[in-house]
């Protein structure tokens, strides 16, 4: 199937995100740029680490552990283990490689530079080709409506690992977070929107919701580009991730069907499983055009050719 390398840009959150973006940037180079979601953020030993970024920059670096789908292949913990010495919560560990960029960040954001403006520096000293933007230079944090009341996102990821039952969910700091100027060049210039096969709630929703940025895609649509979402569920499944459980919890199906529902008005195209092809009826049925394809990637070769389905629907219809 011919293909056209196009300008596009992937709103993404981590591991689902890194695996296509991978994927893409192999067909496109400098032509993507991925939109990350910052609300996973926080604060760890003073130093500001960013997850969904860092994951995605890793994964398109080719330096990425693909046994955890998060940090840097043949990682250390020495100072983690000195720091638990210390009697530091231990928790969320960050890995001796993980570290530098962690200080590299903080430093640099603390004598006032954008974190956009570091992100792309830090992607350029490890090869990256695409551009990985945040989605704010302002600080927005994902929080969770639990049984034990509102938790920071990595309190519930990680520290309590996504059991307790998610029924709401905010965005702190949204409100005077504003897309960058970068976020906006890359929305104008596009001539393709992926939604990554990330979490449509805790990854896509936060990025869709700082000011200017579903505006753009919007006035992207209206120019006739499409916008392609892929299922992050399969088999009623999660790939990875808390997303089949947060579906049901806040009232929705756990299913591609129940993925497609928060993308109507937003998305063109659905790219759905092959184990969920009886559900395309449904989905077509919603107003997105449907691609049926194995969605699964377990390596390289997954990614590529997850990646140009999506690059195909695109061209197609
Ligand atoms: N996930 C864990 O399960 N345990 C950790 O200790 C942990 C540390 C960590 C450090 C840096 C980083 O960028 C990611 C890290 N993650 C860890 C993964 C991260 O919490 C999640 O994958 C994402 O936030 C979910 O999108």
Known sequence: MAEVAARTVMLAGGVGGARLGHGLQAHLGEQLTVVVNTGD???????????????VMYTLAGIDNREWGWG????????????????EESWFRLGDRDLATHIVRTARLRAGERLTTICRDLQRALGVRAAILPMTDAQVRTEVLTEDGWLEFQEYFVHRHQAPTVTDLRFRGIEDAAATPEVLEALEASELIVIAPSNPFVSVRPILAVDGI?????????????????????????????????????????????????YTGVADVFVLDNVDETLAPAIEALGLRTVVTDTIMVDDAGRARLASAVLAAANVG
């Open 41 to 55: 953020d926080l604060e760890r030993h003073g130093l500001l680490v960013c997850p969904d970024h860092d994951t």
């Open 72 to 87: 840097i292949a043949g990682e250390t913990f020495a100072t983690a283990e000195m720091l638990e010495r210390y009697g």
């Open 214 to 262: 579903e505006a753009a895609l919007q006035a992207a649509r209206a120019r006739g580009v499409p916008v392609v979402a892929v299922s992050g569920i399969v088999g009623g499944k999660a790939i990875k991730g808390p997303a089949d459980r947060m579906l049901v919890s806040l009232g929705h199906e756990a299913s591609a069907l129940g993925v497609a529902r928060q």
